[in-house]
């Protein structure tokens, strides 16, 4: 299946990296607020602009909450932190400039902000969010120890409280499984396959095991290749399947495959692979300039950026759907750097993701002088999907949302992690 072209700049492991500072730098100054002015916390708006955000500060962050979002928030600032510590951890290295704090730091900052903002609590009705923020506080916590940082003992602390509420969420009620949510009458993929990851990573592999023979008895359809949203029971005692496919649930089963490792693992994780090339992509046909500087604030990066064809990892819309396709990147490009799967396997996943960060980037917009009265200048907008121009997904004026720039970004760090030739 024909995929973007990475280009030379997506093959040159620094220009990657740049992209992904740019990314990083841009999400920070346009979401980023401290939570009611406090000191050492940490929050990303979930609009920009808004109504609220004119008028107050920190308005918007009395608006909706989705605790979920910021979960992810934090996995895209460790991953700016791990690269902040690969060149050195010193100030220069942030990516932000020496005068700002390193990723990590604000990464502490937004675990303290989500609880102040969730009630002085990471307890929440949703399991599914819960996991992500265990898997986000497990990695935060990795990066710390390797940076010889504080906040392990809360970060811990965190992952004990979520883990009890997940033992509590995986019953034999449908055979297995974990519930979504504390109505507990729904159980699927998007709590069973982040919960299995972290068993997975936190030395449970039993529970691990337990959750993904679940998800593959129950939720895998064999004829895709791919895993089913989830199961209910119907009135009559019946298992009843939400056959609908989202991007976002092949990667954290994806995930639990490659940390468990075992042969059916691997294999299992070459299937979902392939499938996701086969059936979760949509065509990308940029002919050369379609990306203009009118669509997308300033001219493509490069000639190649704007001629890519091919196709890219389909994205979900807005909403919580916005961080779909970021979310899949991520666990794709696990899949990319393990060299226990075949090699085709590996250089289907790193092109997948290389494509779609190429997507997101050629397609980007920068925030012009009119906009937000002025602030943030400069500051790239991304599209809400990959094939599309955020010139036309995000017009200037338009609002936009949290999500779908930290999708962007995960893209953009995802592929910043692969070889330096993948997709040739």
Not at 120 to 140: E, G, K, Q
Request: proline share 7%; with cysteine; charged share 20%.
């Amino acid at each position: 299946m024909t995929r973007p072209d990475p280009a030379p700049a997506l093959q040159d492991p620094v220009r990657r990296d740049d992209r992904a500072n740019q990314a990083a730098r841009s999400v920070t100054a346009l979401f980023g607020r401290r939570l009611f002015f406090l000191p050492g916390t940490h929050l990303g708006a979930v609009q920009w602009p808004s109504p609220a955000w004119r008028k107050d500060p920190n308005g918007a962050l009395a608006g909706p909450w989705h605790y979920w979002w910021q979960a992810h928030y934090i996995d895209c600032l460790v991953d700016a932190g791990r690269r902040e510590l690969d060149n050195g951890a010193t100030p220069a290295a942030r990516f932000n400039g020496p005068g700002h704090p390193s990723a990590g730091r604000l990464a502490s900052r937004l675990v303290a902000g989500i609880r102040l903002r969730n009630a002085f609590t990471f307890v929440n009705n949703y399991y599914d969010d819960m996991a992500w923020l265990a898997l986000a506080t497990h990695r935060l916590d990795t990066l710390a120890g390797d940076a010889r940082r504080r906040g392990r003992r809360r970060n811990a602390r965190v992952r004990r409280s979520l883990t009890l509420q997940f033992e509590a969420a995986c019953t034999d009620d449908l055979n297995g499984g974990a519930f979504w949510s504390k109505k507990r009458d729904f159980k699927n993929t998007p709590a069973s396959a982040p919960i299995a990851l972290h068993f997975a990573r936190t030395g449970q592999p039993e529970k691990a095991k337990a959750l993904l023979d679940w998800l593959d008895a129950t939720l895998f359809d064999p004829a895709q290749g791919l895993y089913l949203d989830g199961a209910r029971l119907g009135p009559a005692g019946e298992v009843l399947v939400e056959r609908a496919v989202y991007t976002y649930n092949q990667g954290p089963v994806l995930g639990a495959l490659l940390e468990m490792g075992g042969e059916a693992d691997l294999a299992r994780a070459a299937v979902v692979v392939d499938a996701v090339d086969r059936l979760l992509t949509v065509p990308f046909p940029t002919e050369p300039g379609e990306f203009s500087p009118a669509d997308t604030g300033s001219a493509p990066s490069t000639p190649a950026a704007a001629s890519v064809r091919g196709r890219v990892l389909r994205c979900e819309g807005s909403g919580d759907g916005g961080l779909f396709t970021g979310i899949l990147c991520r666990y794709l490009a696990l899949a990319a750097a393990d060299g226990r799967l075949p090699a085709e396997t590996r250089a289907t996943a790193a092109g997948l993701v290389a494509g779609t960060a190429e997507a997101f980037w050629s397609g980007k917009r920068t925030v012009q002088a009119g906009e937000a009265a002025g602030r943030h200048h400069g500051a790239i907008v991304f599209s809400q999907h990959a094939a599309i121009s955020a010139g036309e997904t995000y017009p200037p004026g338009a609002v936009v949302e949290l999500s779908t720039q930290l999708q962007a970004w995960m893209a953009l760090e995802a592929a910043a992690t692969l070889p330096g030739n993948a997709g040739n």
